[in-house]
């Protein structure tokens, strides 16, 4: 029984089957494709969070000449070989409004040293000191860090208890990281800092290993933790007022410029939607054009026998927004769908790209799919704000002088 | 005279570029309750646009409308919607129901913009039901109108017309492209709405038929009332020329 505007404009549109479908496939994949790469975002975008979080640490103070390679380093875990004094570190600890500095040293494995595939990312960290990589050692093993110990990034290949050698000195892999699709992690060797002078000192006097850069008491950056309250452009004025070498990033620097350059990657994708969108509004606009004057009779018939110009406007934008709404569920499922198709071959395509992608929480996905439902609504009312304006304007009394 | 409808001086002037069209020129017409007014004229006579003026569906150039003592056309868009969906029946000319409601919901059509109707369902299917008995239509409920003929599909808009219990039923040309058989039928039909439901009822024809059946004639040309038979027997008499 239709009783309702909404029953009503339900029945209306279980007369033109064509419209309608030719409406559900535009809108279909238009929500379809901004749902699977409001995800893909998502995704890149959680894990880069994911993987800085695990930095831990709220300035990153390095070699001004290293900045150039941070984006790619955090991306694709390639390191920057520039190197500062060891005492820069002590300075910074009796700063006031500073909790935390930890100096970290970071280097590239050499290719063809036993049991090393490819380059990893290797990192020589203090762990009497250290609150990156050992709150999640006391955490997951309960126990204090062997000076042979190695702990791998998600993406290696290794498992508990293998041995390595990185420029000579042989480690033993003692834990490994979750994945985080952040290339620093995934890609790194977390190791004592002893162990990476070491590798140093071996490059420089055993002929069969490959030189390294001498670093002997230097270190790569300090993580640092500022107390409750400490001011970060005070702290960096106060870091950077004796060392005009150096440069402080803040973790929000890094989360911007990763974000940076995904956004790129992504801006294609980000102006095919926006035409996308734009051309379905207009396709919809066009479509109830066209059924409003066809119903011109059906609306005046409907003033007449009470409906006030608002109820009118209302059946118009229910019929438009009812399409787009089921156009926008379709959308999510044929984006889910291929989403899950394409799954691997995206994530292929995203690390040739040097992109990190991990699929997001369920909480995220839900939220982005009750985005795209209500970008699907928004499109249905601007697709048919305007015939529903037109047919407002219809004249009940041409209905009655029709067919006279 | 109870004045239930009061049409007073109506006018309509229509601007067609530069030239002006007088489709109504000043008519005044009082309607007791209870009465069954046939207006007939040729085509372009005013007659469409002097019931559209009454049922509140075209503004008029000049004149006042009142139903029940209320300035119909002092009243805004909204209220006056809600008049025409509570007070009045509207009945058209051909093809006035819905493609894509079957007959129950066509009929039940006027209920959706009404506010007081969508409480009971089962009270309105009811009447609706028993509306459609009255008119020999109770085994169509759940037909279309494409599936319908054309004396079946009127009977449906009669119905749909009486399902808010209007006072006043204003039709035009409801026996227009019917044949004789199904135009008495139909005329029938509005002397027993008149008579069993006592609704005033103002027809617009250029059918003579409707002349047996009606209480006042009504006969326009050229936009005004050429004359106003009480006793519509005398115009079968001697013709209305």
């Keep these: 029984m239709v009783t309702s505007l909404s029953r009503l404009a339900y029945q209306n549109l279980q007369v033109k089957h064509l419209r309608l479908y030719i409406i559900l496939i535009g809108v279909s994949i238009v929500i379809g494709v901004l749902f699977a790469s409001s995800i893909l975002i998502a995704g890149i975008y ?51 409004g500073i909790k935390k500095a930890s100096g970290q040293v970071f280097l590239t494995s050499a290719t063809g040293d036993c049991c090393v595939v490819g380059n990893s990312f290797l990192i020589g ?22 000076d042979d110990g190695a702990i ?34 995934d890609n790194a060797v977390f190791f004592h800092i002893k162990k990476a002078y070491e590798m140093s000192e071996k490059s420089q006097t055993d002929p069969s290993i490959q030189p390294l850069k001498p670093f002997k008491d230097k270190i790569s950056g300090v993580l640092v933790q500022l107390s409750v309250g400490a001011k970060i452009p005070f702290i960096t004025f106060s870091i950077l007022k004796g060392h005009p070498e150096l440069k402080v990033v803040t973790t929000g620097n890094i989360q911007t410029s990763a974000r940076q350059t995904t956004v790129a990657v992504f801006f294609g994708v980000m102006v095919l939607i926006v035409v996308l969108v734009l051309s379905n509004v207009l396709m919809i606009n066009a479509i109830f054009s066209a059924v409003v004057n066809e119903r011109r009779r059906e609306l005046g018939i409907m003033r007449a026998i009470g409906a006030t110009k608002n109820s009118i406007f209302k059946l118009i934008v229910y019929e438009s927004t009812m399409v787009t ?3 926008g569920l379709l959308g999510m499922i044929v984006g889910g769908i291929l989403l899950k198709i394409f799954h691997r071959t995206i994530i292929f395509y995203l690390r040739l790209l040097n992109i990190p992608f991990m699929l997001p929480p369920v909480e995220i996905i839900a939220g982005l799919a009750l985005l795209a439902i209500i970008m699907a609504f928004i499109m249905g009312i601007s697709g048919s704000t305007y015939p529903a304006l037109v047919a407002i304007r219809i004249d009940p009394h041409e209905t009655m002088k029709q067919g006279l | 005279m109870d004045g239930f409808i009061q049409a007073i001086e109506l006018q309509k002037i229509y601007h067609v570029g530069n030239q002006k069209i007088e489709a109504v020129k000043g008519v005044s017409l009082q309607v007791p309750r209870g009465d069954f007014i046939v207006i007939l004229g040729h085509s372009g006579s005013g007659k469409t646009t002097l019931i559209s003026m009454i049922g509140g569906l075209t503004r008029p150039s000049l004149g006042k409308v009142y139903i029940e003592g209320i300035d119909l056309w002092d009243l805004g868009d909204k209220e006056l919607s809600r008049f ?45 039901h028993s509306i459609l008995s009255d008119l020999n239509m109770a085994d169509k409920l759940n037909s279309y109108p494409s599936e319908l003929s054309g004396g079946e599909q009127r009977r449906v808009a009669i119905a749909r017309s009486l399902i808010n219990d209007p006072d006043i039923i204003l039709a035009d040309e409801p026996t227009g492209e019917l044949d004789i058989r199904t135009e008495h039928e139909v005329i029938e039909i509005f002397r027993n709405i008149n008579e069993v439901y006592k609704k005033t009822i103002i027809v617009v024809s250029h059918s003579l038929s409707w002349m047996q059946k009606a209480k006042k004639v009504i006969v326009m040309k050229d936009g005004l009332v050429q004359r106003d038979i009480a006793d519509p027997v005398e115009i079968l008499m001697g013709g209305h020329k």
């Design chain 1, 125 to 146: 960290f203090d762990p009497s000191n250290d609150f990156t990589v050992m709150p999640w050692v006391v955490k997951k093993m309960g126990d204090s860090f062997p």
């Design chain 2, 84 to 128: 025409r969906n509570k007070k009045i029946g509207f009945i058209f000319q051909s093809f006035s129901l819905l493609p894509s409601l079957n007959v129950l919901n066509n009929v039940l059509m006027p209920v959706i913009f009404s506010k007081k109707a969508k409480k009971d369902r089962k009270a309105l299917q009811s009447k609706a």
């Design chain 1, 325 to 327: 709404l089921l156009s």
């Design chain 1, 46 to 96: 959680y894990s880069l969070e994911r993987g800085l979080s695990k930095l831990g640490a709220d300035l990153l103070v390095i070699p001004k000449e290293s900045l150039v390679n941070l984006k790619s380093a955090l991306l694709t875990g390639e390191p920057s070989t520039f190197y500062m004094d060891r005492s820069v570190l002590e300075e910074i600890r009796t700063l006031k």
């Design chain 1, 152 to 185: 791998v990034g998600g993406m290696l290949p290794w498992n508990l208890g293998d041995r390595l050698k990185f420029f000579g000195v042989p480690l033993t892999v003692w834990g490994q990281l979750e994945r985080t699709g952040i290339g620093l992690y």
